[in-house]
Structure formats: structure tokens, C-alpha cells
């Protein structure tokens, strides 16, 4: 049932009715019966009706942006839930040396790190150490990086504080806040984008709808609420079972459940394999493959594209950690000679594998469920559109419209299609847009202006280099 705020004059005019139904001679318009009892008797019925509707957004949660956020608390609270206040951001930094190491170097867990001052608030952003790592001299040439040329150990990182602010760029961890004998460099090679503030009514509603329809592991809302609850770098979760189209395992696997996940935390790695010949998949180590970074034979550092590809996807265990997700050398490029030792630096998306670890404990097994995490993929667009700006500086305007639309993309969930009425909706919105004309919207690759579908195991993505805004 959908409750109506009732204003004050609607009450009036029913008493009026009422009133004039029993007597019509008295006046309902003016004098005491209006002043005295109606007009005091509707506002207080008015009150009461907007208490009600609003007891009914909290409890119904389909308007929670009209809850005030204590009175959203104490509902989910009945859940023993309660408002996230913020994640820490996660990364792997990479402790470096020139010189093997003639003993054994340990980095203990809790070990501080920080970014330098910025410039503007002469604030620091302090990590610490979540794992303690140890370098073994008599293992000193698995550590050697060929490309630096210097010997590295990668050890997992979190920010002390937590929030949006605490994410930081790539290269800019740099400081140890504390000495350590052995490493005279640290760094990290990617930024950080796990660090969240505090979570929105919208969220925590979602979350307290998944623990309430998942509160069994065994189902599929309680596959999909556990991985939200316990995994802030888990953005979507899309389960696949049954007779859904998008299992492509079930002829193998008895039980079968492929949980498609949206989320990524990105390890480099390096791997050595003896060169096979040419045309032939040389799967890695560790799985899935987000990207390769070089392939090096200890002479030749080979290409992509020219040399090798990149080969993901190509089994029915693909994006998981029982994929073969490998490099393959092609015809007419540069290729080692047969056996030749092979340095292969990429990097894969750990969250699949910790996924994999974690509830593959006893007390989460459940019966009847061959469970299969797998990495959700983007679906890369191409946008391009010429805006016309009516006010303000007309670089700014264009740079908030490309930002706008970036977030607004990178934004959607698993299986979210991209509809050009929703892109120029989020664009109107902007001061100083007068107008927005597409000429692509589009998968990569592809031309033309259309609705982009999206399946339940991908995600819309644009990159900066396939969003552009020209000014008209």
C-alpha cells in the first residue's frame, strides 16, 4: 500500500462535508466552527499523516533519502547491522634493493608508511603493514627484477584512516616512518581506489535488504550479502545457477554456482617459464589476468601485439582461479629461442583468489553448491560529443561534463545497460550546459549512437582516452 501525505485543506473539506451532511445550515467557510475546530483539528491530522508516511519510507526503505540517517541506523540496528564509517585504502608496495641480500631481511607486520606533505594541506596520508614478509638471501634471485634491475619484495598495505580521502596516486607512498635494515626504497605502483567514507542511506539500505533475504550462505542472496558485508573492495555480485543462461559449467559440475564478482585488487607478479615454441599458450601461475606488463627473456624484451597477445577468457573456468589465462608468441613477431627462460611480469586480480581461500573454509560450505568466484569484466565504451556552453568558463564546464559522465558510467553495476536518455539527464544537471550532441556512443571499437546492453557478468567502463567533450 502506498501512503499520501494529506494536507491540512484536504482534511478540512472532509469535515466540512461531514459536517454540512449532518447540518447544512452551518457554515463551515468562516466563524467558529472553521477557526475553532476544523482549521487546528486538520494541521494536527496534516502532522500526523506526514509521521505516518514517514514511518512507511523508513520501514518500506524504497524512499531512504528521505530518512534521516540516526532514524535509518536504529531500523537496521534491529539486524544487529550498523552504518559502515568508512574502508581503508588497500594496496601492495614494493620494498627495493640494489645488492642481493646476504641474510635473511624481514618487513614486520605494522611497519609505517606515509606519502609525502602535500603541498596544499601539509597533510600525510600513514599506511601500515598488514603481513609480515621476509626476502631469503638463499632465494635472492626469485626477488631480482630484470626491468629495475634491483630486488624487490611486495608486501600488502592499508591506510590507518579510513575514507574517501585516503586514496593516493601511484608512486606516491614513498616514505618509511620507521628504519628498516635492508631496503633503502619503497614505492607503490598503482593508486589506491578502495577507500570509502561514510556509507549512504541508499547503501546501507541495500545491505539490509541482502541480510535480510540472505540470511542463509546457502542461497544466492546470502552468497551475494556475505561477499558485500565482509568485502568492501566488492562492488557488485551477480550469482549464476539453475537453468540461468549465463552458466556455461553445468555439464561438468555437479551443483554449479558461478558468483561473478565486480571488484579487483591488483597484484604484479613476475613468473619464469621455459619458452615453448611459437603458438602455444603458456598459462601463468596465478590467476585471472588483469594485464601483462613485460615479458623479458634476459636479452629481448618482447612486445604485445607484435610479439605476443594476451590470451584471457578462453576456457569455461575463464576469470576465475582455475582459468588458463596465459600469453601465446605469434607468428612474424621476435621469439625466444626453444627453452629459453622466460621472465614474465603481469598482473592478476587477487580478490578472486582471497574469495576463493575464504569461503572455501569448513563453516562455509554449503551443500550441494560447487561454488566458482569469478572476475567480472568491463565492457569498454567509446563517447564522444560536442557540447554547446551558455554561461560560465567554457573549459571548466566541459571538464565537469567529462567528469560527470566518467562517474556516472564507471558507476553502474554488473549488468546496468548505458542509455544515452540517463547520460544527458546526469549532463542537464550542470551549470552551463546548453546542449549535448552525441556523435559516438558505442562499444570500443565499434561507430555510431545507440543504448549500450550490458550482461549480468559485466560492467560499463570508459577510460579518459575514449571519453571525449568538444567545445561548439
Given at each position: 500500500?502506498?501512503?499520501?501525505?494529506?494536507?491540512?485543506?484536504?482534511?478540512?473539506?472532509?469535515?466540512?462535508?461531514?459536517?454540512?451532511?449532518?447540518?447544512?445550515?452551518?457554515?463551515?467557510?468562516?466563524?467558529?466552527?472553521?477557526?475553532?475546530?476544523?482549521?487546528?483539528?486538520?494541521?494536527?491530522?496534516?502532522?500526523?499523516?506526514?509521521?505516518?508516511?514517514?514511518?512507511?519510507?523508513?520501514?518500506?526503505?524504497?524512499?531512504?533519502?528521505?530518512?534521516?540517517?540516526?532514524?535509518?541506523?536504529?531500523?537496521?540496528?534491529?539486524?544487529?547491522?550498523?552504518?559502515?564509517?568508512?574502508?581503508?585504502?588497500?594496496?601492495?608496495?614494493?620494498?627495493?634493493?640494489?645488492?642481493?641480500?646476504?641474510?635473511?631481511?624481514?618487513?614486520?607486520?605494522?611497519?609505517?608508511?606515509?606519502?609525502?606533505?602535500?603541498?596544499?594541506?601539509?597533510?600525510?596520508?600513514?599506511?601500515?603493514?598488514?603481513?609480515?614478509?621476509?626476502?631469503?638471501?638463499?632465494?635472492?634471485?626469485?626477488?631480482?627484477?630484470?626491468?629495475?634491475?634491483?630486488?624487490?619484495?611486495?608486501?600488502?598495505?592499508?591506510?590507518?584512516?579510513?575514507?574517501?580521502?585516503?586514496?593516493?596516486?601511484?608512486?606516491?607512498?614513498?616514505?618509511?616512518?620507521?628504519?628498516?635494515?635492508?631496503?633503502?626504497?619503497?614505492?607503490?605502483?598503482?593508486?589506491?581506489?578502495?577507500?570509502?567514507?561514510?556509507?549512504?542511506?541508499?547503501?546501507?539500505?541495500?545491505?539490509?535488504?541482502?541480510?535480510?533475504?540472505?540470511?542463509?550462505?546457502?542461497?544466492?542472496?546470502?552468497?551475494?550479502?556475505?561477499?558485500?558485508?565482509?568485502?568492501?573492495?566488492?562492488?557488485?555480485?551477480?550469482?549464476?545457477?539453475?537453468?540461468?543462461?549465463?552458466?556455461?559449467?553445468?555439464?561438468?559440475?555437479?551443483?554449479?554456482?558461478?558468483?561473478?564478482?565486480?571488484?579487483?585488487?591488483?597484484?604484479?607478479?613476475?613468473?619464469?617459464?621455459?619458452?615453448?615454441?611459437?603458438?602455444?599458450?603458456?598459462?601463468?601461475?596465478?590467476?585471472?589476468?588483469?594485464e601483462v606488463v613485460s615479458?623479458?627473456?634476459?636479452?629481448?624484451?618482447?612486445?604485445?601485439?607484435?610479439?605476443?597477445?594476451?590470451?584471457?577468457?578462453?576456457?569455461?573456468?575463464?576469470?576465475?582461479?582455475?582459468?588458463?589465462?596465459?600469453?601465446?608468441f605469434i607468428v612474424g613477431?621476435?621469439?625466444?629461442?626453444?627453452?629459453?627462460?622466460?621472465?614474465?611480469?603481469?598482473?592478476?586480480?587477487?580478490?578472486?583468489?582471497?574469495?576463493?581461500?575464504?569461503?572455501?573454509?569448513?563453516?562455509?560450505?554449503?551443500?550441494?553448491?560447487?561454488?566458482?568466484?569469478?572476475?567480472?569484466?568491463?565492457?569498454?565504451?567509446?563517447?564522444?560529443?560536442?557540447?554547446?556552453?551558455?554561461?560560465?568558463?567554457?573549459?571548466?564546464?566541459?571538464?565537469?561534463?567529462?567528469?560527470?559522465?566518467?562517474?556516472?558510467?564507471?558507476?553502474?553495476?554488473?549488468?546496468?545497460?548505458?542509455?544515452?536518455?540517463?547520460?544527458?539527464?546526469?549532463?542537464?544537471?550542470?551549470?552551463?550546459?546548453?546542449?549535448?550532441?552525441?556523435?559516438?556512443?558505442?562499444?570500443?571499437?565499434?561507430?555510431?549512437?545507440?543504448d549500450i546492453a550490458v550482461?549480468?557478468?559485466?560492467?560499463?567502463?570508459?577510460?579518459?582516452?575514449?571519453?571525449?567533450?568538444?567545445?561548439?
Amino acid at each position: 500500500m502506498v501512503l499520501e501525505n494529506i494536507t491540512a485543506t484536504q482534511y478540512s473539506t472532509d469535515l466540512a462535508a461531514d459536517i454540512n451532511e449532518r447540518d447544512p445550515a452551518l457554515d463551515t467557510r468562516i466563524g467558529p466552527i472553521n477557526n475553532l475546530f476544523m482549521t487546528p483539528f486538520a494541521r494536527v491530522c496534516e502532522r500526523q499523516s506526514n509521521r505516518t508516511v514517514y514511518l512507511s519510507n523508513l520501514t518500506s526503505l524504497k524512499y531512504v533519502d528521505k530518512v534521516r540517517i540516526e532514524d535509518l541506523d536504529e531500523f537496521v540496528y534491529n539486524e544487529a547491522m550498523v552504518r559502515w564509517v568508512g574502508a581503508r585504502a588497500v594496496t601492495t608496495v614494493t620494498f627495493s634493493r640494489a645488492q642481493p641480500p646476504s641474510a635473511d631481511i624481514v618487513v614486520p607486520i605494522n611497519m609505517p608508511l606515509a606519502t609525502p606533505n602535500d603541498p596544499q594541506t601539509g597533510q600525510s596520508v600513514v599506511f601500515r603493514t598488514v603481513e609480515t614478509k621476509t626476502m631469503f638471501a638463499a632465494a635472492a634471485s626469485s626477488y631480482y627484477n630484470a626491468t629495475t634491475e634491483r630486488y624487490e619484495l611486495e608486501v600488502t598495505v592499508a591506510s590507518v584512516a579510513m575514507g574517501s580521502t585516503v586514496d593516493v596516486g601511484a608512486y606516491s607512498i614513498t616514505i618509511m616512518r620507521r628504519p628498516l635494515s635492508g631496503f633503502d626504497e619503497v614505492f607503490n605502483k598503482y593508486a589506491t581506489d578502495s577507500g570509502k567514507g561514510l556509507e549512504t542511506n541508499a547503501d546501507l539500505a541495500t545491505r539490509y535488504l541482502l541480510h535480510v533475504k540472505g540470511s542463509q550462505l546457502g542461497t544466492p542472496a546470502g552468497v551475494q550479502r556475505a561477499l558485500v558485508d565482509n568485502f568492501s573492495s566488492v562492488d557488485g555480485v551477480y550469482v549464476v545457477y539453475g537453468k540461468d543462461p549465463y552458466l556455461t559449467r553445468e555439464q561438468d559440475d555437479a551443483g554449479a554456482v558461478d558468483v561473478w564478482v565486480k571488484g579487483s585488487t591488483p597484484v604484479e607478479t613476475t613468473y619464469t617459464v621455459a619458452y615453448p615454441g611459437i603458438d602455444t599458450l603458456i598459462p601463468l601461475d596465478k590467476q585471472p589476468l588483469i594485464e601483462v606488463v613485460s615479458v623479458f627473456d634476459g636479452a629481448v624484451s618482447y612486445i604485445e601485439g607484435t610479439d605476443f597477445e594476451a590470451v584471457t577468457g578462453a576456457t569455461e573456468y575463464s576469470y576465475s582461479n582455475r582459468g588458463t589465462d596465459g600469453i601465446k608468441f605469434i607468428v612474424g613477431g621476435a621469439v625466444p629461442t626453444i627453452g629459453a627462460s622466460l621472465v614474465i611480469t603481469y598482473r592478476y586480480n587477487s580478490l578472486i583468489n582471497t574469495l576463493s581461500a575464504y569461503y572455501g573454509q569448513p563453516e562455509y560450505y554449503s551443500m550441494g553448491m560447487s561454488k566458482l568466484y569469478r572476475s567480472a569484466q568491463p565492457k569498454y565504451l567509446e563517447i564522444d560529443g560536442a557540447l554547446t556552453v551558455s554561461a560560465g568558463n567554457p573549459d571548466v564546464v566541459a571538464a565537469n561534463v567529462r567528469a560527470t559522465i566518467q562517474t556516472y558510467i564507471n558507476g553502474l553495476g554488473l549488468g546496468e545497460d548505458v542509455e544515452e536518455f540517463d547520460i544527458d539527464r546526469e549532463v542537464s544537471k550542470l551549470f552551463g550546459v546548453d546542449n549535448m550532441v552525441w556523435n559516438q556512443l558505442s562499444i570500443a571499437g565499434g561507430t555510431g549512437v545507440s543504448d549500450i546492453a550490458v550482461s549480468p557478468k559485466e560492467y560499463a567502463w570508459v577510460e579518459n582516452g575514449s571519453l571525449n567533450v568538444t567545445l561548439v
